[in-house]
């Protein structure tokens, strides 16, 4: 997409996206470095984890529904939207797993203290290579978000002829029935197939973003409305998770929860209807921008490139210290590598730039 044809808003949501999911796993390592138990929990850092461990769940939510106010609603080829599309997420996910097996590899045998590979015969070094792929690898967790992506984009040739076909008012009784869902499968915890809940769950979140960007309704065009409804669940989740200290240390929401469902509504909503946005300067522009095109890059890198420098450095600067370092290895790295990247044209395909 052009630079002159894209809307900034959706930039600001994706580079905000990124910089949650960034922000959620830094989290999660630092909350292993300092292995809270019942009582530290109730410290400064404890109340932090706890409510960045639930509010940083919005990345995933707010990438989907980026995917579904960008693509759903429009005239296309359903052989060209897999021609494109397809390739644009595959190709990078295969480019970064081999990086990272040799990557994997190399500070296994070079490095004493890490032991990711052993032994390095042929086989085994495939091994990694296939166990990256299906998230198996170390640090390879994160990957299982292209195989979901994968399921989406193959999903939404039949989402987008219906929404082509109908008018919002279907739309929004489809999210009534999928909101009542996720509130069973993913409040309740009732039990559903995986798979079910697999390509369920997020592809409602895709037709959430069409519906957002496109309803006229006041409720999701106010900002008063829309940090309503990011106040409300973000102090819900956080009172939550305390109330069940004593059973559950550092409770989580899942990502397709309802508060989570809700937070992310309320974020998109606010920046979708944000005077602010409209008069950002030009330089914080062309960095939220940027952020915005790196964004996938920078998911498929960030959590190897955490991984090994805490691996390698045994960070105990503390917790802020530590934050710190993190999050610039997570982020800003992340971001520096695939921007510089990006400018060599060989590599502008593989590396997740878009």
Excluded at 49 to 66: D, H, K, Q, S
Excluded at 246 to 269: E, K, Q, W
Excluded at 324 to 332: E, H, I, P, Q, W
Aim: charged share 10%; aromatic share 16%; glycine share 6%.
């Amino acid at each position: 997409m052009s630079s002159n044809k894209r809307i900034f808003y959706f930039d600001a949501l994706r580079a905000l996206a990124i910089l949650c999911v960034v922000l959620l796993h830094v989290t999660g390592h630092l909350g292993e470095i300092m292995n809270y138990n019942v009582h530290t929990i109730f410290s400064l850092s404890g109340i932090f984890e706890t409510f960045a461990n639930n509010f940083f769940r919005i990345g995933v939510p707010l990438f989907l529904m980026l995917s579904g106010a960008l693509l759903l609603g429009r005239d296309w080829d359903v052989k060209g939207f897999f021609k494109k599309r397809i390739p644009r997420i595959a190709i990078p996910f295969v480019f970064w797993s081999l990086v990272f097996t040799i990557m994997l590899v190399l500070a296994s045998y070079f490095i004493s203290s890490i032991n990711f590979v052993t032994p390095f015969g042929i086989g085994d070094i495939l091994q990694v290579f296939v166990d990256t792929l299906i998230c198996k690898a170390p640090g390879s967790a994160v990957y299982w978000f292209f195989w979901m992506m994968l399921g989406m984009y193959i999903l939404m040739p039949i989402f987008n002829r219906w929404i082509n076909n109908s008018d919002l008012r279907k739309v929004e009784a489809f999210l009534s029935i999928w909101t009542v869902y996720i509130i069973m499968t993913h409040s309740l915890m009732l039990p559903i197939p995986e798979y079910v809940s697999f390509f369920l769950s997020p592809i409602g979140f895709v037709v959430l973003g069409y519906y957002l960007r496109h309803s006229e309704r006041e409720i999701f065009n106010s900002p008063i409305a829309a940090t309503i409804l990011i106040i409300i669940p973000s102090v819900f989740m956080l009172v939550y998770s305390y109330a069940v200290v004593d059973s559950n240390i550092l409770f989580v929401f899942h990502r397709y929860s309802l508060p989570v469902m809700m937070l992310a509504i309320g974020t998109f909503c606010l920046f979708k209807s944000s005077s602010h946005l409209k008069g950002i300067s030009d330089l914080p522009k062309r960095i939220i921008s940027s952020i915005a095109l790196c964004s996938y890059g920078m998911y498929l890198i960030h959590s190897q490139i955490i991984m090994v420098v805490r691996k390698i450095l045994h960070i105990s600067f503390g917790f802020i210290g530590d934050y710190v370092v993190l999050f610039a290895v997570g982020f800003v790295l992340s971001w520096i590598i695939i921007y510089v990247l990006s400018k060599i044209p060989v590599l502008d395909e593989l590396i997740g730039v878009k």
